[in-house]
């Protein structure tokens, strides 16, 4: 299974960009990486999921180099609702094997 | 996206006695679904993955006979804790997937064992 790696904390203001790095050195060919929200006491919440270069929504931006190795999720002025734990996960495409939660990132966001 | 939806989101039992959690894809059918328990402060961690019709599969550590887990439909899996106890306490979650590389997770059970 890919194992991920992420910074444990990150602090930010509101209206900053926060950049969130994992790493997956093991990654295979057929995943792909997928960023979750979660909120104390809900479960966790879909943000955004890419294969490779650059993927934007209504959210976030994620990117991910060439090698695949790491990704980095990007928050664009983040507001004190966005304080959260942030999960990189590796999924596969032909099922959810490597559905494994690493330990995530808390972002605390201050006025 | 897609809705799971989990009941119910919170529990207080005696020792003792059972409590089943039920997880819901509201929109879709979920070929495969997941049930997650997570401590304070921890990440979640995946207790087994089960397809529609077939036996649950188990992480390592996660005693099958005490977490029964029934997908007996496309939308609809439950999680029965038996003979909780205490340290069985905590936030249970389940997720469902629709045979993509995406997975939708419900809201959480605080699970209170007394």
């Known amino acids: 299974l890919a194992k991920t790696t992420q910074p444990i904390s990150m602090d930010s203001y509101e209206g900053q960009e926060v950049n969130i790095t994992c790493s997956h050195n093991?990654?295979?060919?057929?995943?792909?990486i997928t960023w979750y929200q979660q909120f104390p006491s809900q479960g966790p919440r879909f943000i955004i999921q890419?294969?490779?270069t650059k993927v934007t929504n209504e959210v976030a931006s994620l990117f991910i180099p060439a090698d695949r190795k790491s990704s980095t999720l990007s928050l664009p002025r983040v507001s004190l609702s966005d304080t959260a734990v942030y999960y990189c996960?590796?999924?596969?495409?032909?099922?959810?094997?490597?559905?494994?939660f690493g330990k995530g990132t808390m972002l605390l966001v201050s006025p | 996206g897609a809705v799971v939806s989990q009941h119910p989101s919170w529990v207080i039992c005696k020792s003792g006695t059972s409590v089943k959690i039920e997880c819901r894809s509201l929109?879709?059918?979920?070929?495969?679904m997941f049930w997650y328990r997570q401590f304070p402060k921890q990440s979640l961690m995946l207790m087994a993955t089960?397809?529609?019709?077939?036996?649950?599969?188990?992480e390592q550590g996660v005693e099958k006979d005490k977490f029964l887990i029934n997908h007996a439909s496309l939308t609809l899996s439950t999680l029965t804790v038996t003979s909780a106890h205490p340290e069985d306490s905590s936030f249970y979650i389940c997720?469902?997937?629709?045979?993509?590389?995406?997975?939708?997770f419900g809201q959480g059970t605080r699970l209170t064992v007394v």
């Open positions: 997720s469902a997937g629709q045979g993509g590389t995406e997975a939708f």
């Open positions: 093991n990654i295979a060919t057929n995943d792909y």
């Open positions: 890419g294969y490779k």
């Open positions: 996960l590796v999924t596969g495409d032909s099922g959810y094997s490597t559905l494994t």
């Open positions: 929109d879709f059918q979920a070929t495969t």
């Open positions: 089960s397809n529609e019709g077939s036996k649950a599969t188990y």
